[in-house]
T-cell receptor, first 117, second 113 residues
Framework: AQKITQTQPGMFVQEKEAVTLDCTYDTSDPSYGLFWYKQPSSGEMIFLIYQGSYDQQNATEGRYSLNFQKARKSANLVISASQLGDSAMYFCAMREAMNSGYSTLTFGKGTMLLVSP | DAMVIQNPRYQVTQFGKPVTLSCSQTLNHNVMYWYQQKSSQAPKLLFHYYDKDFNNEADTPDNFQSRRPNTSFCFLDIRSPGLGDAAMYLC????????????FGPGTRLTVL
């Protein structure tokens, strides 16, 4: 079974509108972290936002916020006021076993976001 | 600025000709990772170093090797590249704390002729 599921292969949004990119995850570990990365066509993976499983508040970083619904095991990324430069591939990733030292990331398949003028 | 640097950004090699990709970091992070990312796919972890301890993913082909001579540098060696090894290779680093973020370099795009 997939640990990270991104059901939207592609999304379109108009400039200045908000967009939500979906991510659901599967884990039995009580301690985990969820990450969103942006990958423009140049290839670099850019860290956007992080949510820990014990965090009480939803994470926010500028125009990015994470809609974390623990019971539903979802961690959707919300981009407010989209810009043309937001056009990129977006990956959701999870890190498990957070209490036992370092651990590796599991990535979803990604969502391609296209922002139109 | 502290960062992760990968060289070269683009590498062309011939089928079967060994190639080395390099990664350096100024973040002083303990952990370094190598990922392979094929077109329109998620990154796939090949291996990682925790300090000098090497950790190979079970399904990483023997054709791929890595070296970490010091904290700052890590190399990916592909001994006999095949056409199927054409991909983007991403290096990432993190601190040893489990909750810490992985920071990626710009990647090396490998073409195999």
């Amino acid at each position: 079974a997939q640990k990270i599921t991104q059901t939207q292969p592609g999304m379109f949004v108009q400039e200045k509108e908000a967009v939500t990119l979906d991510c659901t995850y599967d884990t039995s570990d009580p301690s985990y972290g969820l990450f969103w990365y942006k990958q423009p066509s140049s290839g670099e993976m850019i860290f956007l936002i992080y949510q820990g499983s014990y965090d009480q508040q939803n994470a926010t970083e500028g125009r990015y916020s994470l809609n974390f619904q623990k019971a539903r095991k979802s961690a959707n990324l919300v981009i407010s006021a989209s810009q043309l430069g937001d056009s990129a591939m977006y990956f959701c990733a999870m890190r498990e076993a957070m209490n036992s030292g370092y651990s590796t990331l599991t990535f979803g398949k990604g969502t391609m976001l296209l922002v139109s003028p | 600025d502290a960062m992760v640097i990968q060289n070269p950004r683009y590498q062309v090699t011939q089928f079967g000709k060994p190639v080395t990709l390099s990664c350096s970091q100024t973040l002083n992070h303990n952990v370094m990772y190598w990922y392979q990312q094929k077109s329109s796919q998620a990154p796939k972890l090949l291996f990682h170093y925790y300090d000098k301890d090497f950790n190979n993913e079970a399904d990483t082909p023997d054709n791929f090797q890595s070296r970490r001579p010091n904290t700052s540098f890590c190399f990916l060696d592909i001994r006999s590249p095949g056409l199927g090894d054409a991909a983007m290779y991403l290096c990432a680093t993190s601190r040893e704390n489990a909750g810490d973020t992985q920071y990626f370099g710009p990647g090396t795009r490998l073409t195999v002729l």
